[in-house]
């Protein structure tokens, strides 16, 4: 028999539905966008550094910009600031890229792995702190296996542009697949809420 809640657990779980309801078509925004990214990066025969240097800077930005975006739309929500925060390491390292003087492949992967490293680490907190929710353990496996890319990517000795490109391509891809996984888990979110509520005979609570 599960235990009763409290007002401040159904005072929290209100918050988050009602965030996830308002912000859900940003994340799915984010994840086409991520797909599309990927694809794209994984399709090339020939890749420059240059040109790899432009899509990582690109995605990063974007990326970070959309989880910003949905961090401060969805601000009621009780750990909104990990995605903001997530968000910011986002942008920075996509200025990092463009703007690093004499950037070398090196360079890319130490930021391709220390990115993937952080915001795996974000994920899986915000997956423990989110288990009331149906889409935490989405984001555990996106942050277990962003860690795991990360660290490759750091590990990997004599790296080449190949294996940055597939690492890159690959992550992407998959943080694009489990964004519109969970968008749409959001996007009803609210509505499962208010139904569990009268299940349980919390609505008036």
Do not use: C
């Amino acid at each position: 028999m599960t235990a009763p809640m409290t007002p401040e657990q159904i005072e929290a779980v209100d918050d988050f539905a009602g965030a996830a309801r308002r912000v859900w078509w940003l994340y799915l925004v984010a994840g086409i966008l991520s797909v599309l990214f990927g694809a794209i990066v994984l399709s090339f025969e020939s890749v420059t550094l240059l040109t790899l240097a432009v899509f990582i800077g690109a995605f990063l930005v974007v990326w970070g910009i959309a989880q910003l975006a949905g961090a401060i739309a969805g601000r009621e929500g009780r750990w909104g600031w990990l995605g903001a925060i997530a968000g910011l390491l986002a942008v920075g390292a996509g200025i990092l890229t463009f703007a690093w003087p004499g950037r070398t492949l090196f360079v890319l992967a130490v930021i391709i792995g220390w990115s993937l490293v952080v915001w795996g680490v974000f994920d899986v907190v915000n997956s423990l702190m989110s288990t009331h929710t149906r889409h935490w353990w989405l984001y555990l496996i996106r942050g277990i296996v962003s860690v795991f890319l990360g660290l490759l990517a750091l590990a990997w000795p004599g790296v080449t542009l190949v294996v940055v490109v597939t690492i890159f391509g690959l992550q992407m891809m998959i943080w694009g697949v489990i964004e519109i996984v969970a968008s749409f888990m959001m996007r009803d979110a609210k509505q499962r809420w208010e139904e569990n509520k009268r299940d349980l005979g919390l609505a008036d609570s």
